[in-house]
């Protein structure tokens, strides 16, 4: 059976590559800004961007879940989890190396081989980088795999109902409940920031929610176009809520990990769904940030920290929003060039990960919304 992908979801893939992206440059913007950015307006708006944008992360998973289901509805090949795990964990475990170099830079400890070498196992291990996200959709390719015919016999109401209900009260502890103090501050931290970032169950919600959209891709956009009006003002009825709740500091977190985004992150998902489908092309760039996300993704808050130490000298009598534009314009295009030209030699792949090539089925066919790209071309 030939698989195939309509291209709607090269658009959600861009731009949830550029919103992970959007986040880190915010985040930069206030640590090279530090002195010049108080309480006002300008940090209630980056905090907004921020806010919003932090959209990114769940919408991978999303993609991940909802190619498979919508590819796979029967039996999947002998080499499924072969052909995937070897362009995600090489990657995970180079950038994770290369990430010990800057972690290193910024403990202030010597470069020598034991320092380098204990951030590196902190960084694969322990998932102590942005990096995180690889072993997140890891955890999802392999459920996919081991329960796929036993999910299209569940109940979808039920099944999306209770997914719910488990990954907003796993979000709700590690939100409202303050790291325990008995275990340590130092070990208390990590399991509460970092490590609790992992494990599938925070993000169970958006698996299902995928699984459900790809399974039944017809009858979701369908869904979708008689419900325009929900569709259309539910990201900026939930987003103006979720400002409003910042303000009085509810939830204390400040990243898509809180619970807040279990119900963003699905009208966005849905707005991104029926825009597109009503779009009679899509652009070229957009095709190519897509083909290139995975690199992007992985490397762009690498060129962020040496933006950072290149430019904060010069910072102090630049506006922070220019700061905000040029960080993130440079950093986001650098890091599609190192995925395009890595992956122009044969060890490229493994150390920013694939880049695909459906920019150039775009150009060629002029792709239509309701239109499919072959799946020989796509690397979900």
Known sequence: ???????????????????????????????????????????????????????????????????????????????????????????????????????????????TFANLAVESLRNIFMADYNGYFILIIVQFILLFYFLHHKLKNLPLKITMSVCFLINFAYLAFFNFVPPMEFLGENVANYLWYTASIVPFIGWVFYFILGYYCGKYYEKFIQVLNNHQLLVCTAPVVITLAMIALKAMDIPQVNTSKAVTYLFLVPSVIFFIFFISNKMKSIPNIIATISDHSFGIYLTHSVLMRGFRELYSPYAANVNPLITLMVIYISCVSGAMLISYLLNKVPFGKYIVGIARANSKIVKQKKISPMSALPQQVMRP
């Open 1 to 111: 059976m030939e698989k195939k992908l309509s291209y709607e979801i090269l658009l959600l893939r861009s731009l949830s590559c550029l919103s992970v992206a959007m986040v880190h440059a915010v985040l930069f913007t206030f640590w090279i800004h530090e002195q010049q950015i108080d309480s006002g307006i300008l940090s209630k708006l980056l905090n907004s961007m921020r806010l919003f944008f932090n959209v990114g992360t769940p919408i991978f998973v999303f993609i991940t879940i909802f190619l498979l289901a919508k590819n796979y509805s029967d039996d999947l090949p002998k080499n499924f989890l072969m052909k995937r795990l070897k362009y995600l964990i090489p990657p995970y475990i180079s950038m994770g190396i290369i990430g010990s170099i800057y972690k290193v830079h910024e403990k202030e400890l010597p470069f």
